[in-house]
Every structure is written in structure tokens, then in C-alpha cells.
């Protein structure tokens, strides 16, 4: 999978912009971009950002073969020495981010990238598409771990993912945020997660017969004997059969440890609990009752609230598109350029008509404020690169729109954590990738700094960004500036 | 690209089916799998179907190396003769399909597997993935195509795509479905498409002052000038300052061959009307006028009916993500397997409350009906292979639920085309795929045998899909036998 070579995953524009740079600018100019998100998808109370593993593989690799260079050539608008160019670019600048697994909110740099124009341009479109899929994943996914309440909940989305990195990576997403394993094999043997699954109805139809089909699976994996009963009809033929299954590998000797039903039609609370006494009175209470058939965290929500007796959900189509809001709005743009006079970088702005979209300019980082005693988060202050804290003094936090709603924390009741981290240095990569499975359980450690009415799956609280008061000022001047104009 | 080893793109469950095929039952034994879909996404009247290139470098490259041999044995339930067995695992089945670019209906097949029970279980996964995706994304650019009429629409979509799959093999549907260029240069590396594209907000940003920033891009791509002009203030500083610019260009005697304005923002009605006004006036009537930013069919519908003077039409994340309905219900199902002794295909059928999800039993393919003056399609007929039909005699269509709707065609007023052509014979590929270009124009024509009425956006007219007698009669006498069981 890491073989392909992605320096052409851009937009055209980015290349027509290099070209324009290179010809007409210094080109070695150095500028930092932000790519930061507006809204929470799903109307979540926050983000689960990921995907930064895949950024570092297409950073590190970024070079235009010359089969990429005759590509351009032939598109007719690119010329020779900018081609040259080409040839001998990579990336040599810094980047900065968020670690994968992390709880972010909404005009946080997820990841900054300082680098000369040429560089930082070129990078836009594939960082992006990388961060804004991982994330959208890892977002709805924990959702519906969420409303899964400590039950197991399994991806199996891969048939319905938009092409075959949405199924792999899209998994891979779904494991940080909490999936207990993957149907996807492609997914397991590239990131060493666990992988689950069990039989189709095809499996039955191929038999002779219901009990045939369960017999012959149980005869094979034994040790994780999952049936599936609603081929024929559930109540009458799988269900009964499945538990004849099992009285014949318990009366064999054979160690249940680790079985059950799985149910992927018709109305899963009904058919649960049916299954449930039905299971209980031939002795086999523990049995795992798993469900799948187009679930989301609504409907699994809803069917605990009409206690169903279900402890295993396989989550496919609404969990690998995140169907409902299947795009994670992510965007890159430029907050500063370098004077080359000064060395010190020259904050720059996007206006807008709509306040929330006027960007924050300059070298930002942001600084992460947990309540000393609870462990949660209070507020993320987003500042300037160089302002320091003393966690010992008080703070005052304020809204950076509503500027009259303030808050002010008391010395020695908070501590503070800075959230971006140096992935690139001088184009070297000095961050070590934690494997998949480390992300999952630190993402779960994230999930704890939150209160539970951040994490409703319907109009959670909002956790507070605000800007340092320096930077504020910063921006407003720059605001003031161009109103002046 | 194509260098990826994709065998481990499956369920895991597809793994553990082969197993037991291999361990409990004939291995060899001849099955056969329709791919259909259900329902037409975003309520379209029919699906364009796409990604069978995909499929057939999936099929051709089928093979189980040894990093993925030794995966599956630390998996833990795979038992050596199985592993050896995979590793000389090769596609020797059969596969018929509909050309790309064709427009398909609810349950036909768009895929027929005709392999040992082994292959076509493997390749499930993959093939719907493929499959699902493209067709999702050909399906919804048709819409945003129709919706433009006449118009161009780009395909901008990479930043919001799911993964670099996605933004890479959903342009190359988008392009399939009639968009005029994608932005994405690998799509266009790939797979020999025309690339577009001009600057972002952050060209402009680079500069000290919006006009500089103009002239720049002007000297540097004047045979394709489109200037965004919404970075500070569209009518007051954008569009002035592009006229001043053409202006300039016109004074120097370069052509201005391509040329105009990009919005970005704001309310596209009013400012595109607001546009030509002042571009008509400046004497540039034929700039171009083109929008972006979150558009879909039914903006660019109704910008159209409120007299937007845009004439060309930039579409990203609802069209890359098919974002209101981001996936194409495609399955997977077994329709017959082989008896060993009598060489003929025993038909299998699935069973379901509900009478649409029955599926058809059989070796199937399926016949177009045409209307001999016209040219639109009548009727897609399934049946048998094997089934004749005359066209010089009159042929009766019944709709295969509600069986008294029933119509009949006169002798010689119709024509007839089998949908479906071999792919694969015996593992070999007997079928050269066209290039994008080639199956854009080929879909041009396909939609060319639809009614208008097909193609509207809302509520189109359903094209009936029927069932031969042959199938009919078959389909009833196994729903019969099964309900006697």
C-alpha cells in the first residue's frame, strides 16, 4: 500500500501557484499554513483528529518521478526549468500537529506547516484529504462506541467504503476510536489490529440444510462460533438450531468460550429478547446475541433504550461513509509569511463577512487546560508560538467573539498542555508513529478528559477555544488594518 | 497505483468460508454470484454504472504472496493446507458485466461470477467495493451534469474525498458521468483525463495587493485566465480589478481566448448577475463565469431558474462524496451452483419478508429493449441464458410482482441488446477496457436512450425492469418449494 507514489495527489492549482511562485516570487520564502475545521461533523461535541501516520508516509516520500515530469509536461502549461525544479524537490521544512487520537475542537491548527511557499503549497490537497477522511472516520466511529455503552462494536464497512482506501483506512480510523476489530484483512495485516468475522448467508444456502451449515462452522472454529440465524427465519430455524449446534458441543466437551448468534434482519429488540429466553432456557445465558443491518449510533442508542438484549454490534455502511455527514470540512490557510529582513513572521488574515471564518493569523500553538482536581478539560486556549504561562498565577479566559463572557481560573487549579508536537524538523521526521492499538488506548484516555455532556450524541456542551489574549490583540490590529484600508 | 497487492482487500469472513469450503466440501465446485443493487441513490432514475477497470486489475492481480501467507497463519485459524493452498490461488472463473458507463437499473446484475466457490467467494468484497464506489460517484455527477445543461462542471473534490482512492477513482467516475476536467492531476496521470484548475485565496494572500496578484497570474497563464475574485471584496476590488487586468491584456494584443472570473463565496445569483453586468460593460461579454463552493444539483438548479449568469461550474465535496447519499447499496448474491453429475446450473434463491429483496435465481443475463423509432429504452428484460427472443414477433412484458401490469410490443418495433459481455473466460481477460474518454462519450449516448422524464431530479419516471417468463416461472416454482418445506 505505502508503494504508491502520491506527489501527484494535488490539485492542479497547487502546481499553476508553484509555477507562479517560482517564476515570479522568491521562492524559498518561508510561510506557515494551518489546516483547522470549522464545525463538528454529526453535531458532535468535538473531534477526533487521526490520520497523521498516512501524512508522515506522503511527506516523506514527496518526489516527482520523471514519469511525473513528462505527465506535467504533456499537460502544456508547466516549463522546463520549473520541470527542473521538480525534479530535485523535497520537503524540507517543519511541520507541527496534533497527536492522532487526540479530542480537538473546532479552529485548532490540527497541523501547521512551516516551509518555504513551494513546499507548504504543493502539500495542501493530499494533507487534507488524509486528516479531514481519518478524522471524519474516527469522529463517527466514536460515536457509535459511545452510545454502545461498553459492548463491543466491530467495522464492517469495507463493501460499501468509497474505494479501497476508505475501507482500509477507514478502519483504521475506527480502531482508534475505540472498534474492537475489523472485518478488513487488508486493515489488520497493515496496522496489527484485530481481525473479526464470521460466515454470510451464502455460507447457509451452500449447505444441503440450516443445521449443516452451523454443524460444519462449528466443527471448524469452535472457539469463536458466532451463527448466523436469519437466513431462513430466525425464530423457528436459526435460533433453534444454533442452540442444537451448541448442546452438541457441549455434550462433545467442546469449551464454549467464546459463542453465539448474530442477527442481521428484521426488528433486532424483538428478535433479541426472543433470542435471549430462548438461549437462557437451554442453558447458554452467556451467549453472545451480535447484531448488525445498517445500525448507527441512533438506532443502537434507541434499541437499548427498548431493552434489546443485544452485547455485540457490527457497524458497516453508516460507520465507513459517515453517512450523515460524510465529509469532514477541513481546510489549510495561510497565517504568516517571514520577513526575510527581520526573520520574524509577518501574520496574515482572511477576511470574511462571517466572524467565524476570519482566520487566526500567525505562529499559533495551542495550550490544552485541564481542571487540576477532575482531569477534565476546562478550556483550549489557542496562542502564539513564545507566550509562556505560569500555572500558578490565575488566567482569565475569555470568549474571542463575546468578548464580555469570561472566566477566571484560579491559581494552582489548573494545569496546562501544549497539543502540537514537532512531526517534521527541517524536513527530517523526528515523531515516532505509535502503533494503532497504542492510539486506541490513548484515544480512550482523551475521551476521559471530557465530561459525558460533551460527549451526548445530541446537542452536547460545547468546549471553550479561546484565543491568548496577545493573539486577540494581534488580530484585531490586523482586523483594524484592513478596515482602515 | 496498480502496484498494490490487494488480495487482503476482503472480509475476513470470506477467508473463513474458503476454509470451510476447502476443508468440508468440494473446493471446485462451480457457483454463480450476481452483483445488483437495490434502490437508485439520491433518488435518481437509474444508476450509472462504473469501476469495472478496477476490477479486472483486481482480478488479474489475485494472488496471496508470502507477507500475506504469514499474516493469515498468525491470525490463528488457518490451518496450513489451507495457507498452501492460497499460495497458488490464481481467478480461473468466468465474469460477465455491463460496460462501464452504461445506465443500469435496480436489480440487474452488473456483475455475473461464474468460478469455483473458493474464487467467487474471495473476490465479494472487493468487487463491491469497487464497484459501489465508481457507480455511486458516476450516479450522482450525472445529476450535477444534467443539472448544469450544457454547462461544464469540474471535478474539485480531492481535499473532502475519503481517503486518496477516493478523490482518485471518484474523479475518474466523475469524468465517466460527463465532468468537462477533475483537478486532480494523478486522476488525470492515471487515466489520460483533462486536469483544470487556477489559484487559491492564498495566490492572492502572497501578494501585497489583489490586482498585483492578477497581473501575475495573467503573464503567467494568459491562454487560461479565470481569476478568483472573492478573496477581499468581490464587486468593490475582485471584479474591477480583474477587468483592469483583461483590459491590460487586450492593450498588449494577447488573445483572450479563455478567460473570466471564479466566485467563491457570497450569493452566486446576485453576483454572478452583478458580474456580467460590469463585465459586459467593460466590453468582455464572453468571460467566463464560473462558481464554486458547496454547490450541488439542486443549487445549480435553482441558481439557473433565479438567472445566474454562470456558465461554468466548479463541484467538490457533494459530488466526490456523494454527500446525500454516500453509498450504492451494491450486493453480492449466489443465484446457482453447479450439480456435478448433470453439468446444469441449479438456481438458489434468498428468501425475504419483503418481495423486492428476493433475489432472482439462475444463470441470468439481461436484454435491453428498445423502441425502434425512437431509440429510448423500453424495458430492461432479465432471463435465462440460453432464452431466444425474435423481434419480429410481438413480445408481451409483465411486471413481475404486479403480473397483471402487463404491456406488448408489435412485431418490428423494437430492438434488442444483451447488457451483459464476458470479461473474464477461464481466468483469462477477453475484454480491453476503453479509456475514460472513450466510455464518457459511450455514457453520453446511454443517456441519450433515456426520456427526459428519467432523468429529472425529483420523482423521475421509473423504466421498468421485468423478468422473462422462463425466469418468472422458474423464480415461482422455487418460492413455492420452499414454502411447501
Not at 94 to 113: H, M, N, Q, S
Not at 238 to 258: D, R, S, Y
Request: charge should be negative.
Amino acid at each position: 500500500m505505502d508503494q504508491r507514489n502520491l506527489t501527484l495527489l494535488t490539485d492542479l492549482y497547487e502546481l499553476t501557484m508553484m509555477q507562479g511562485y517560482f517564476k515570479e516570487k522568491d521562492a524559498n520564502e518561508t510561510v506557515i499554513f494551518d489546516m483547522f475545521y470549522r464545525n463538528n461533523p454529526h453535531g458532535n461535541g468535538f473531534a477526533v483528529c487521526a490520520g497523521l501516520e498516512q501524512v508522515i508516509e506522503y511527506i516523506r516520500d514527496l518526489h516527482f518521478d520523471e514519469s511525473d515530469i513528462d505527465y506535467l509536461r504533456g499537460v502544456g502549461i508547466f516549463e522546463e526549468d520549473f520541470l527542473d525544479y521538480l525534479r530535485d524537490f523535497r520537503f524540507s521544512g517543519d511541520i507541527y500537529a496534533i497527536p492522532e487520537g487526540t479530542v480537538v475542537f473546532p479552529r485548532e491548527p490540527l497541523v501547521k506547516v512551516i516551509a518555504p511557499i513551494m513546499q507548504a503549497q504543493l502539500v495542501e490537497t493530499a494533507l487534507l484529504n488524509i486528516i479531514n477522511h481519518q478524522s471524519l472516520i474516527a469522529t463517527k466511529t466514536e460515536r457509535i462506541v459511545y452510545a454502545a455503552k461498553g459492548d463491543g462494536v466491530m467495522e464492517f464497512g469495507l463493501r460499501r467504503a468509497q474505494g479501497p482506501d476508505a475501507g482500509t483506512y477507514g478502519a483504521r480510523a475506527a480502531m482508534i476510536a475505540g472498534c474492537i476489530g475489523t472485518s478488513n484483512v487488508l486493515c489488520g495485516k497493515m496496522f496489527d489490529v484485530p481481525v473479526k468475522g464470521t460466515h454470510a448467508h451464502s455460507w447457509i444456502m451452500s449447505f444441503p440444510d440450516e443445521l449443516t451449515a452451523f454443524r460444519t462452522y462449528a466443527k471448524l472454529y469452535p472457539s469463536a462460533c458466532i451463527l448466523l440465524v436469519d437466513t431462513y427465519d430466525t425464530l423457528n430455524s436459526g435460533i433453534p438450531n444454533a442452540i442444537q449446534v451448541f448442546k452438541e458441543m457441549k455434550n462433545a466437551g467442546i469449551p464454549l468460550t467464546f459463542y453465539g448468534i448474530r442477527l442481521d434482519s428484521g426488528d433486532l429488540a424483538y428478535l433479541s429478547k426472543k433470542a435471549k429466553k430462548m438461549l437462557d432456557a437451554a442453558g447458554f445465558s452467556d451467549a453472545v446475541i451480535s447484531a448488525s443491518n445498517d445500525l448507527d449510533e441512533y438506532l443502537i442508542d434507541s434499541l437499548k433504550m427498548q431493552g434489546a438484549t443485544i452485547n455485540s454490534w457490527g457497524v458497516g455502511t453508516n460507520l465507513i461513509t459517515a453517512k450523515d455527514c460524510p465529509s469532514f470540512g477541513g481546510v489549510y490557510k495561510l497565517a504568516a509569511v517571514k520577513d526575510k529582513s527581520t526573520g520574524s513572521f509577518i501574520p496574515k488574515i482572511k477576511l470574511s463577512e462571517n466572524a467565524e471564518k476570519i482566520t487566526n493569523p500567525g505562529n499559533k500553538t495551542i495550550q490544552r487546560i485541564y481542571d487540576k482536581e477532575t482531569g477534565k478539560i476546562i478550556a483550549d486556549l489557542i496562542c502564539l508560538v513564545g507566550e509562556t504561562f505560569d500555572t500558578s498565577h490565575s488566567l482569565l479566559l475569555f470568549d474571542p467573539i463575546e468578548t464580555w463572557k469570561k472566566t477566571m481560573l484560579a491559581p494552582g487549579t489548573y494545569t496546562m498542555r501544549e497539543l502540537l508536537v514537532p512531526i517534521f524538523l527541517k524536513g527530517e521526521c523526528v515523531y515516532e508513529t505509535p502503533k494503532v492499538m497504542d492510539i486506541q488506548a490513548y484515544c480512550r484516555q482523551e475521551l476521559d478528559t471530557l465530561w459525558d455532556e460533551s460527549k451526548r450524541l445530541v446537542n452536547p456542551h460545547k468546549v471553550h477555544v479561546d484565543l491568548s489574549h496577545e493573539l486577540w490583540h494581534m488580530k484585531n490590529q490586523l482586523l483594524d488594518t484592513y478596515h482602515r484600508k
